[in-house]
C-alpha cells in the first residue's frame, strides 16, 4: 500500500518538476506590448495598460494609457496624458499624483543621480528619485536626491581561493587551494572539502580532504562550476587541443565525453544546466553551443548559435539561424525555433517566457 501511494504521488507531482511541456497563458495578439517587473507583467492592450501579478489577475482596476517601469522600486503611469509614479510597496496608489509630462523620459537619468528620471511640470524640470522605501521629488540643482547604494547581504564576498593552514599531505605538493566559491576557514578538514593540488612542474589536478588524489596532477587548471561540478582544461597544443572536461567534485569521476571550447553557468541558479561550446568542424570559427547537466553529463548535442546566459534549470532560450525557441535538458524542442525574441520574466514560482513576433506578443509557462 505504501509502495503504491508512493507512485500515485510521484506521477502526481512529476508533470510540476519535469518541464518539458509548455502552455500558452496568454495567446500571442492580445497583447501588443508585455513587460517583466519584479513578478508583475505589465500588459498594454486596444483598451489600455494594466498590471497583472503571477496569477494573471489585475493589481488595479483601472486601465492606463502608458505603464514604464521606473527603476526597481517603481513604476511611471500615465493617466489623462499625465505621468504620476506608484510605488511597489503599494501599487493600488499614488505616491505622487500624475501632474507631470515625459519630455525626457527615456534620457534623462543624470550622472551621479541613483534612479533619477525628468519630468515636467509648470515649466520646471523635477528629478524623481526612487528609493527602496520611497519616491523623492526635487528640483535638480537645488539639492541632490540620496543615492542608494547597493550592499551584498552578510557584507563583501572574497571568493577568490587562498592556501589554508598546511594538512600533514600538503608538502607533496607545490601549492594547495580550496575548491569553493566560499570557504569557511574556521572548518576543521570537513570530509566534503575537494582541493586544487599543483605540482612543481605546475601541473594541476584535484584532491580530497585526505590527500588522496581524484584527478591526476596533469592538466592547466581546475575550476569549480558549481556545487557538483569542476572543469579541467587540458593545455594548449594542436594535439590535444586546448579544451575544458567535466569531473565530479565528490570523487573526480570524468561526467563529459567531449572536450569543449569553453563554458558558462547561470548566475541564477545552482541547478541549471551548463552552457558548453566546440566547433563544428576543424578550422571553423563559428562555435556552436549546448548543453551539460549541472552535474556535468551531456544533455544537448552542440548544434545552437547561442543560449541565453541565465536560465532555469530545466529548460533554455535558444537561438539558430537567428531565431528563438525552447529547448528542455532533455533536448526536446518546447517552442519551435520560430520566434523574433524570448524573455524570461525572473517570476519565482513559475516558469513564465514572454514570447514575441514582428507584430505579435504572447506569454507561455514551461510545465
Same mark, same amino acid.
Given at each position: 500500500m505504501k509502495n503504491t501511494l508512493l507512485y500515485v504521488l510521484l506521477l502526481w507531482s512529476a508533470p510540476l518538476f519535469s518541464q518539458d511541456t509548455?502552455?500558452?497563458?496568454i495567446p500571442m495578439g492580445k497583447y501588443y506590448q508585455i513587460n517583466s517587473w519584479n513578478g508583475y507583467l505589465l500588459v498594454g492592450g486596444k483598451d489600455g495598460w494594466s498590471i497583472l501579478d503571477e496569477n494573471l489577475h489585475p493589481v488595479?482596476?483601472?486601465r492606463f494609457e502608458k =505603464? $514604464?517601469?521606473? /527603476? @526597481? %522600486?517603481?513604476?511611471? =503611469? $500615465?493617466?489623462? /496624458? @499625465? %505621468?504620476?509614479?506608484?510605488?511597489?510597496?503599494n501599487l493600488q496608489e499614488w505616491a505622487v499624483q500624475p501632474l507631470y509630462t515625459g519630455d525626457y523620459w527615456g534620457a534623462s537619468r543624470e550622472d551621479k543621480r541613483a534612479n533619477t528620471w525628468l519630468f515636467t511640470k509648470d515649466d520646471r524640470k523635477w528629478a524623481i528619485t526612487t528609493t527602496r522605501d520611497e519616491i523623492v521629488v526635487e528640483e535638480p540643482g537645488k539639492q541632490d536626491p540620496p543615492v542608494e547604494k547597493i550592499q551584498y547581504n552578510g557584507g563583501a564576498m572574497d571568493v577568490s581561493p587562498r592556501p589554508l593552514k598546511s594538512l600533514p599531505w600538503h608538502n607533496q605538493w607545490a601549492e594547495v587551494y580550496p575548491l569553493f566559491t566560499y570557504y569557511d576557514y574556521q572548518k576543521k578538514d570537513p570530509s566534503t572539502d575537494v582541493?586544487?593540488?599543483?605540482?612543481?612542474?605546475?601541473?594541476?589536478?584535484?584532491?580530497?580532504a585526505k590527500g588522496r588524489v581524484l584527478i591526476p596532477a596533469r592538466y592547466a587548471g581546475v575550476d569549480i562550476v558549481n556545487s557538483k561540478t569542476v572543469a579541467v582544461k587540458e593545455f594548449g597544443g594542436s594535439n590535444p587541443k586546448e579544451g575544458y572536461l567535466f569531473f565530479s567534485r565528490s570523487d573526480g569521476k570524468r561526467m563529459s565525453s567531449k572536450k569543449y571550447e569553453k563554458y558558462r553557468v547561470s548566475q541564477l541558479s545552482k541547478d541549471a544546466p551548463i552552457q558548453v561550446w566546440e566547433r563544428p568542424s576543424a578550422g571553423d570559427d563559428n562555435m556552436l553551443c549546448g548543453l551539460l547537466s549541472a552535474s556535468g553529463e551531456e544533455r544537448v548535442p552542440c548544434t545552437y548559435e547561442y543560449f541565453e546566459e541565465d536560465t532555469p534549470p530545466g529548460f533554455v532560450p535558444a537561438m539558430k539561424y537567428k531565431m528563438w525557441g525552447l529547448v528542455s535538458i532533455k533536448n526536446k524542442v518546447l517552442l519551435p525555433l520560430d520566434y523574433r525574441g524570448l524573455?524570461?520574466?525572473?517570476?519565482?514560482?513559475?516558469?513564465?517566457?514572454?514570447v514575441s513576433t514582428i507584430d505579435e506578443v504572447g506569454v507561455l509557462r514551461v510545465k
Amino acid at each position: 500500500m505504501k509502495n503504491t501511494l508512493l507512485y500515485v504521488l510521484l506521477l502526481w507531482s512529476a508533470p510540476l518538476f519535469s518541464q518539458d511541456t509548455i502552455e500558452w497563458i496568454i495567446p500571442m495578439g492580445k497583447y501588443y506590448q508585455i513587460n517583466s517587473w519584479n513578478g508583475y507583467l505589465l500588459v498594454g492592450g486596444k483598451d489600455g495598460w494594466s498590471i497583472l501579478d503571477e496569477n494573471l489577475h489585475p493589481v488595479t482596476e483601472t486601465r492606463f494609457e502608458k =505603464i $514604464q517601469a521606473l /527603476g @526597481k %522600486w517603481a513604476l511611471a =503611469i $500615465q493617466e489623462n /496624458g @499625465k %505621468w504620476g509614479f506608484r510605488h511597489r510597496k503599494n501599487l493600488q496608489e499614488w505616491a505622487v499624483q500624475p501632474l507631470y509630462t515625459g519630455d525626457y523620459w527615456g534620457a534623462s537619468r543624470e550622472d551621479k543621480r541613483a534612479n533619477t528620471w525628468l519630468f515636467t511640470k509648470d515649466d520646471r524640470k523635477w528629478a524623481i528619485t526612487t528609493t527602496r522605501d520611497e519616491i523623492v521629488v526635487e528640483e535638480p540643482g537645488k539639492q541632490d536626491p540620496p543615492v542608494e547604494k547597493i550592499q551584498y547581504n552578510g557584507g563583501a564576498m572574497d571568493v577568490s581561493p587562498r592556501p589554508l593552514k598546511s594538512l600533514p599531505w600538503h608538502n607533496q605538493w607545490a601549492e594547495v587551494y580550496p575548491l569553493f566559491t566560499y570557504y569557511d576557514y574556521q572548518k576543521k578538514d570537513p570530509s566534503t572539502d575537494v582541493f586544487e593540488i599543483i605540482d612543481k612542474q605546475q601541473r594541476h589536478g584535484m584532491a580530497d580532504a585526505k590527500g588522496r588524489v581524484l584527478i591526476p596532477a596533469r592538466y592547466a587548471g581546475v575550476d569549480i562550476v558549481n556545487s557538483k561540478t569542476v572543469a579541467v582544461k587540458e593545455f594548449g597544443g594542436s594535439n590535444p587541443k586546448e579544451g575544458y572536461l567535466f569531473f565530479s567534485r565528490s570523487d573526480g569521476k570524468r561526467m563529459s565525453s567531449k572536450k569543449y571550447e569553453k563554458y558558462r553557468v547561470s548566475q541564477l541558479s545552482k541547478d541549471a544546466p551548463i552552457q558548453v561550446w566546440e566547433r563544428p568542424s576543424a578550422g571553423d570559427d563559428n562555435m556552436l553551443c549546448g548543453l551539460l547537466s549541472a552535474s556535468g553529463e551531456e544533455r544537448v548535442p552542440c548544434t545552437y548559435e547561442y543560449f541565453e546566459e541565465d536560465t532555469p534549470p530545466g529548460f533554455v532560450p535558444a537561438m539558430k539561424y537567428k531565431m528563438w525557441g525552447l529547448v528542455s535538458i532533455k533536448n526536446k524542442v518546447l517552442l519551435p525555433l520560430d520566434y523574433r525574441g524570448l524573455r524570461l520574466t525572473g517570476f519565482q514560482n513559475s516558469s513564465f517566457v514572454i514570447v514575441s513576433t514582428i507584430d505579435e506578443v504572447g506569454v507561455l509557462r514551461v510545465k
